[in-house]
């Protein structure tokens, strides 16, 4: 009874990701017309093809006079978007005008941001880390440490960017989570159907390594206490009328249990972008007053 009520949530969860994961009533005209939004791609050697991606600039960062560096969001779509959903979907590039941030926003595909076992080339979780974010650093003035550099994302993405703290804690000081599809290593083709069976080709079968590995409640669950101190701050929000929002309230209740410091927001919303919308733009502010906390503290010294 236990296996065949998992099956029948999965099966909703499916049917809801299909139907509603990119609708909304946000809709914001597209930014790439705005100067400060640009269009670029990667040559990435691990995925063995060009990678798309979008880099939000601060107002006045080509000022020659201007020598400042900032600090960098980066910024995770979710399944079945794409790279450019956060700039024509949401307010980001007027969002972000009043914060010294550098935000990007990759390329995830279906990927789930991690190194599939049956495609080669889909490693979309060694892209971001070892290739993206170095590419970030090398060409743009950015604050190339742990403390200045942030990630977070919806659905899909929340899962991912939580994925990249957890196992990259000296990467990110902050990382968030909004609708986030936090259960992703424990869905199967058998509970969910066709998008379970995309995750079994990247994760393997149900027990295997890979997925053990990138289930991000046992690692929360194995981590010593030691590693739990060095962990980012972690931010998890999910609308209240959203189908995963049971899983982002047991994901809390782990690290109520195991005493890591977060923020927890539960709102009225639903899985669309409509609240992303709303998120996106309340973690801009957490992650800018982070950066304007941390130039107060260095000056004080």
């Known amino acids: 009874m236990e296996h065949r009520s998992r099956c029948l949530v999965y099966t909703f969860v499916l049917a809801v990701l299909l139907t509603f994961a990119y609708t909304g009533n946000a809709q914001v005209s597209p ?39 900032f ?29 010294d941030l550098i935000i990007v926003t990759p390329e995830g595909g279906d990927g789930w941001y991690s190194d599939s076992l049956a495609v080669p080339n889909d490693k979309y979780e060694s892209y971001v880390i070892r290739e993206l974010i170095p590419e970030i650093d090398k060409n743009y003035r950015t604050m190339a440490d742990r403390e200045h550099r942030f990630v977070a994302g919806l659905s ?13 804690p000296e990467m990110f000081s902050l990382v968030g989570s909004f609708s986030g599809a936090l259960g992703a290593a424990s869905f199967t083709e058998k509970g969910i159907g066709a998008i379970g069976k995309t995750i079994d080709a990247i994760f393997g079968p149900p027990e295997s390594d890979a997925r053990k590995g990138n289930d991000i409640f046992g690692m929360v669950k194995d981590l010593s206490p030691d590693q739990l101190k060095k962990l980012p701050f972690i931010y998890v929000d999910c609308g209240t009328e ?28 639903a899985h669309n972008w409509t609240f992303w919308d709303s998120q996106v733009k309340e973690f801009l ?16 010294h």
């Not at 899909?156 to 990259?168: D, E, R, S, V, W």
């Not at 929002?245 to 890591?260: A, E």
């Not at 502010?285 to 004080?300: C, D, E, P």
Request: charged share 30%; glycine share 8%.
């Open 242 to 269: 959203d189908f995963l929002f049971k899983n982002n309230r047991d994901f809390i209740d782990l690290l109520i249990t195991k005493k890591v410091p977060h923020e927890f927001r539960e709102l009225p919303g």
């Open 285 to 300: 502010r957490i992650a800018g007053r982070r950066i304007t906390t941390q130039k107060s503290v260095a000056a004080a």
């Open 71 to 99: 600090g960098v969001v980066y910024l995770l779509h979710g399944l079945t978007g794409h790279y450019d959903n956060w700039t024509d979907k949401t307010g980001l590039a007027e969002y972000s005008k009043q914060y």
């Open 156 to 168: 899909m993405g929340g899962y991912g960017a939580l994925k990249f703290g957890l196992k990259y």
């Open 31 to 69: 930014e790439s017309g705005n100067k400060s939004v640009r269009t670029l791609q990667l040559k990435s050697k691990l995925m063995a093809r060009d990678m798309p991606y979008r880099v939000v600039l601060p107002v006045n960062y080509d000022d020659e006079r201007d020598k400042r560096r």
